[in-house]
């Protein structure tokens, strides 16, 4: 298979992805997703953190978080599938899947974070 | 005219030969610890898409008003969600530890003529990653 000329860029993104999630995902799952709905810290009520991610500043921040990781996601799932499973005959469907999620979940967090209220 | 001697081609064979391949299993990665170390690197974005989704499903309740805040809140708290979250955090913990000695490889940083040591670049992003660790918890727990 011929390189595709799209592959350094979807490689950056990869690296890019990698870095926000390695620095700001264990702290954020552990806190919102972990500590505060099982009671185990004071967690912030409905009002304070409506108000946090109505910040534009904070909407940016979550929309870097969301998005860039997706594509780092995109790159290494297919290549889960690809080493682990041995599954090369489904290659192209396999990158179409991995990277259109990626760009459905873009879009998707882009238009709720713009149109938060 | 005279034909000139034609180099010889080899001659062309309709089937390709079949070329010598080790079978390999599909469970290859379970052999040996380094090997599943790899495929458990790379199943790490797992926990990279779960946190990416969640946090979208946080964005909509939140944005939906206060029960349906707390309606998500109490699903969070359910036992099949809190093992997903769990096996996700160690997951992405996991996906932090590699990535930071990692970039001491791919990362070469000069100052003047001197190399920066690998160690100091992991020693740097762990000091780094404390620091935003502390900062989004501070802005959380305030």
């Given amino acids: 298979m011929a390189k595709r000329p799209i592959e350094p860029f979807l490689w950056t993104l990869f690296s ?18 972990f500590a505060f709905p099982l009671g185990l810290l004071h967690a912030p009520g409905y009002d304070a953190l409506h108000s946090l991610v ?6 940016l921040f979550l929309f870097v978080v969301c998005s860039l990781p997706l594509f780092h996601w995109a790159h290494r799932f297919r290549y889960t599938l690809y080493d682990g499973l041995q599954i090369k005959h489904l290659n192209e469907f396999i990158d179409l899947a991995c990277y259109g999620g990626a760009v459905v979940g873009t879009i998707l967090a882009g238009v709720m974070l713009w149109n938060f209220s | 005219m005279r034909t000139l001697p034609q180099p010889a081609t080899p001659p062309y064979t309709p089937y390709h030969p079949r070329w010598y391949r080790t079978h390999v299993s599909t469970y290859w990665w379970l052999h040996k610890w380094v090997y599943f170390r790899f495929v458990l690197r790379e199943l790490t974005s797992f926990g990279v898409a779960y946190f990416c989704v969640i946090t979208l499903f946080l964005i909509r309740a939140l944005s939906r008003g206060p029960e349906a805040y707390q309606a998500f809140q ?34 070469v940083i000069r100052v003047g003529s001197f190399r920066v040591p690998g160690i100091l670049i992991t020693a740097g992003n762990y000091a780094a990653w404390l620091v935003v660790s502390a900062i989004l918890a501070w802005f959380l727990l305030r």
């Fill in chain 1, 16 to 33: 890019g992805g990698g870095v926000i999630a390695a620095f700001f995902m264990p702290v954020l799952l552990f806190l919102l997703f």
């Fill in chain 1, 54 to 59: 109505a910040m534009p500043l904070v909407r």
């Fill in chain 2, 74 to 107: 109490t699903r969070l708290a359910n036992p099949i969600c809190v093992i997903l979250t769990v096996i996700s955090l160690l997951l992405t913990l996991f996906h932090t530890t590699t990535w930071f000695s990692l970039s001491a490889h791919a990362m």
